[in-house]
Each structure stands twice: as structure tokens, then as C-alpha cells.
């Protein structure tokens, strides 16, 4: 499948430090994608890079795409408290443009 | 623009019934996709859709489960005879452009949680 494989599944860190989330996907795509999730709410897209991109900034958000290896890394600097959520790459599938996303990868920032 | 609009947020059914869940896109945007989600797990698709058109139904079930998007109205997904194994989190995204090609990726409603009972 050409689902999006996150890691790691879980990452506990202290406030101010960075976080860094892993993805690989097994197919080519159109872009790759990153989307947030607080505690039973709905996703939150932060972050879009095409296939030609290798690398895109938004705030504190930075995210790499690396064709050759089918992998997209997402690091958050700076972390905050309020950056607790789970996080999840999403890829293109097939030929009609829905996005399939991977398990995620929760992250807590502790104070 | 209030966003993507899914309704109940929480429903009970007892098995047997049916569940009928409601999701009305942003303003602009044709394209609907609804994705389940079991506690502690990833969002799994299940159909996409575009007004009066299933695109891409391959993550529904067989049976019991429907979906539509008329010209007039919210999409609906329907769920017939109810079984505990679909308690879950139902999620509704719509987006302006297919999710492949698009520029801001979706917009995601809130959920609608199932239980059932």
C-alpha cells in the first residue's frame, strides 16, 4: 500500500527542545502532507511539499522530502506544551486524489 | 466560512439500528472524503466522493455501509444494522481540488463519535 509509515510511534519531550517525526511511503506522489491531531478532535493540515520540493519552512514547522528514499521527516523547533498532539503524514494514492494516512506519531511536550 | 460541519457529535445506536451521519463541506469545496478512526489508531478511508458521484469507494465494507453526496444537501454516511465493531470516530474532510493535487490538503470536520450499544 502506499500508506505513510510514521515514527516513532511516541515521543516525550521537554519543552523548548526539538521534536522530529519520521514518514515513509512506498510509492511515488504528488506531495506529501502533515496534519495535527488534538485528543478527539478532527485534523488540522500544517504543512503541504510537492515532490519536487525538498524542503519547506511554516513557522516552527520545517519538513524535508526525500524522493530517493520514499521519506519525509517533520521537526517541530522550540517545542511548546501546547504542541502535544498526534501527528500524521498523509500521501496521495492512485489515480483519484485521496490521501492516505499513516498511524501517527504522538507527541507529548512536557512543561 | 464555518468549515466543515459534521453532524451528531456523539451518537448511540443499539445493534440492529442505523446510524446516519451528516457532513456538509466548506463553502467552495466539491470534494468529500469520510475516514474512520478506532482509539489509538490512524484515520482509515473509507469513500470519496464529489457532488452526486462516488469516486473511490474502496475502504467501504461491502455491506451495510453507504455513502452519499446529492447536488442539494450534506453527504451522508449510512450505516445499516449496526454492530459494535463500528464504534468509532467518523471523520469527514472536503477539500477544493482533488486531495492528490491539492494546493492546502483538507479540511477536516470534527468527528462524529458511534457507539454502539
Known amino acids: 500500500s502506499q500508506q505513510g509509515e510514521e515514527d516513532p510511534q511516541a515521543l516525550s519531550i521537554q519543552e523548548g527542545e526539538n521534536a522530529t517525526m519520521n514518514c515513509s511511503y512506498k510509492?511515488?506522489?504528488?506531495?506529501l502532507q502533515w496534519y495535527r491531531q488534538n485528543s478527539g478532535r478532527g485534523l488540522v493540515h500544517l504543512i503541504l511539499?510537492?515532490?519536487?520540493?525538498r524542503e519547506k519552512h511554516s513557522g516552527r514547522l520545517r519538513v524535508t522530502l526525500d524522493t530517493s528514499k520514499k521519506s519525509s521527516s517533520l521537526l517541530i523547533t522550540a517545542s511548546r506544551a501546547a504542541d502535544t498532539a498526534s501527528y500524521f503524514c498523509a500521501v496521495g494514492s492512485g489515480n483519484t486524489g485521496k490521501l492516505i494516512f499513516g498511524q501517527g506519531t504522538t507527541l507529548q511536550v512536557k512543561p | 466560512n464555518a468549515g466543515v460541519m459534521q453532524n451528531p457529535r456523539h451518537l448511540v445506536r443499539r445493534r440492529g439500528q442505523e446510524a446516519r451521519l451528516r457532513c456538509s463541506p466548506m463553502?467552495?469545496?466539491?470534494?468529500v472524503y469520510w475516514y474512520r478512526q478506532l482509539p489509538e489508531e490512524g484515520l482509515k478511508f473509507m469513500v470519496y466522493?464529489?457532488?452526486?458521484?462516488?469516486?473511490?469507494e474502496s475502504g467501504m465494507p461491502k455491506e451495510r455501509f453507504s455513502a452519499e453526496f446529492p447536488k442539494e444537501g450534506p453527504s451522508i454516511l449510512r450505516i445499516q444494522q449496526v454492530v459494535r465493531g463500528d464504534s468509532a470516530a467518523y471523520f469527514c474532510?472536503?477539500?477544493?481540488?482533488?486531495?492528490?493535487?491539492?494546493?492546502?490538503?483538507?479540511?477536516f470536520g470534527s468527528g462524529t463519535r458511534l457507539t454502539v450499544v
Open positions: 474532510a472536503s477539500s477544493r481540488e482533488p486531495g492528490l493535487y491539492s494546493n492546502y490538503g483538507y479540511t
Open positions: 466522493l464529489q457532488k452526486e458521484n462516488i469516486i473511490d
Open positions: 510509492t511515488s506522489i504528488n506531495n
Open positions: 463553502k467552495g469545496h466539491s470534494h
Open positions: 511539499i510537492r515532490s519536487n520540493e
